[in-house]
């Protein structure tokens, strides 16, 4: 018999899920959990949920209208099941003011940048406050996408932002499939590590 924890953040509904036993998952503890994708349009945040999600590349650039929402289950240790819930939401501007309401309940976000434009990274301070403004500080991983394609922003910039986010830096490309998966590995890790804490604190 497994039991299946979910966020206390996640709908009424859910909550009186808490109280029950589910047997579907045999001896595997599930947690469910949301993740959001941050960064300019066309960097390719679409394309790396397709890719891990879907395990599909489209070539052809279709903004994202709004926001769609993901699911996929994740094994990161042996008993350990997550199901993530991955919101991938528009980057343009005309989106901002959705973007807040998106970015409630999140237990993680992935900011990505694309390689070859350093404009893509000139806004970063901006994206990650207005999502701390809402969540206050959640596992947060940078994805620089598109490296199989040559690279136009210097290192020295993005040490600076590894080291002023202390945040881990993920050399990404959704064509190519590299280092996809290990991204959303490291943040699932990474979200039930801090989880794991925030329970053992004294209330
Ligand atoms: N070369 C290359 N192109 C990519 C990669 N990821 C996305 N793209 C392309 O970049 C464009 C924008 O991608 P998309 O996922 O829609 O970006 P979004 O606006 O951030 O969701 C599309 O034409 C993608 O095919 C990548 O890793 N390498
Ligand atoms: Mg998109």
């Excluded at 489209?58 to 008993?79: F, N, P, R």
């Excluded at 207005?130 to 596992?139: M, N, Q």
């Excluded at 590894?162 to 830096?169: E, G, T």
Aim: hydrophobic share 40%; proline share 1%; with cysteine.
């Amino acid at each position: 018999m497994a039991i299946v924890l979910l966020d206390e953040c996640h709908s009424g509904v859910n909550n009186w899920l808490n109280l029950w036993r589910v047997d579907a998952l045999s001896e595997n503890i599930a947690y469910l959990k949301k993740l959001v994708f941050l960064g300019e349009g066309a960097v390719g945040k679409t394309s790396l949920v397709g890719r891990y999600v879907y395990d599909s590349f489209e070539g052809d650039y279709l903004a994202t209208i709004g926001t769609d929402i993901h699911v996929k289950m994740i094994q990161v240790e042996d008993d350990v099941l997550v199901k993530l819930v991955i919101w991938d939401i528009a980057g343009q501007d005309d989106f901002a003011q959705l973007r807040k309401a998106y970015y409630v309940n999140s237990s993680g976000a992935f900011f990505v940048f694309d390689t070859t434009r350093p404009e893509t990274i000139e806004r970063v301070d901006e994206w990650i406050d207005a999502l701390y403004d809402v969540t206050g500080e959640i596992p947060l991983v940078l994805l620089e996408n598109k490296v199989d394609l040559e690279t136009a922003i210097s290192k020295e910039n993005i040490k600076k932002l590894v080291h002023k986010y202390k945040v881990d830096l993920i050399r990404t490309s959704a064509k190519e499939d590299t280092n996809v998966e290990k991204a959303f590995k490291k943040m699932t890790k990474e979200i039930l590590r801090r989880a794991r804490i925030q329970r053992r604190k004294p209330i």
